[in-house]
């Protein structure tokens, strides 16, 4: 089974710039979740999608959005990129199949460079 | 607040000297806790998930345990290639967000 995919893995941007990154899930996760790694923070969680609509949400200002498709694949997006933007940013996925807990898989993640 | 905290920051092991890492927390209401490793560069890896004081879990030369305030890693016999930085994560509450701590950064010289 193919594990969770993010593109594009490398990515550089200048102030100001937009940028989307995406995610594509294990085979049969419908649940996709998105974090931002740096070393200062460490991994802090930005955002979950459950069948297309944003159930929770991290601590991050309004320039940081993402959304789901119907066949669970997710987008992030960040406007207005500044200096501390940079960061890895990873996507991990789970079944949702019930409301027990259940293990995010992630991604090798995407590697922003804002300059 | 509901907060994570591993220690130590970094451990430095000869081939085949025991250790363990420490991942203390404090939650409204633990849903489960989860180790993870992960090397430079990529995603982290899973490990375990635990979800009540008592469990244990195995794999090769680790072994989680869980305590109501504490989780445990234990390496035996660790080799150069268990290297890495091994991350704790707890779900509380109602929501599915992990919140980590900062990782335990290992390095095992032959």
């Known amino acids: 089974k193919a594990g969770v995919t993010q593109t594009p893995r490398y990515l550089i941007k200048t102030r100001g710039q937009q940028v989307t990154l995406s995610c594509s899930p294990i085979?049969?996760?419908?649940?996709v979740s998105w974090y931002q790694q740096t070393p200062g923070q460490g991994l802090q969680f930005l955002f979950e999608?459950?069948?297309?609509?944003?159930?929770n949400k991290g601590n991050f200002p309004g320039r940081f959005s993402g959304r789901q498709f119907s066949n669970s694949r997710s987008e992030m997006n960040v406007s207005t990129l500044e200096l501390g933007d940079s960061a890895l940013y990873l996507c991990?996925?789970?079944?949702?199949?019930?409301?027990?807990?259940?293990?995010?898989?992630f991604g090798p993640g995407t590697r922003l460079l804002v300059l | 607040e509901d907060q994570v905290t591993q220690s130590p920051e970094a451990l430095r092991l000869q081939e085949g000297e025991s250790s363990s890492l420490n991942c203390s927390y404090t939650?409204?209401?633990?849903?489960?806790l989860f180790w993870y490793r992960q090397d430079p560069g990529k995603g982290p890896e899973f490990l375990f998930t635990?979800?009540?004081a008592g469990e244990e879990k195995e794999k090769e030369r680790l072994k989680a345990t869980l305590t109501k305030k504490e989780s445990f890693l234990h390496i035996t016999a660790p080799k150069p290639e268990d290297s890495a930085t091994y991350l704790c994560?707890?779900?509380?509450?109602?929501?599915?967000?992990?919140?980590f701590g900062t990782g335990t950064r290992l390095q095992v010289f032959p």
């Open positions: 991990a996925s789970s079944p949702r199949r019930t409301a027990i807990q259940e293990t995010q898989y």
């Open positions: 085979s049969g996760h419908r649940s």
């Open positions: 999608y459950f069948s297309e609509t944003q159930r």
């Open positions: 939650v409204s209401g633990l849903r489960g």
């Open positions: 635990l979800y009540s």
């Open positions: 994560a707890v779900q509380a509450g109602n929501t599915d967000k992990l919140i």
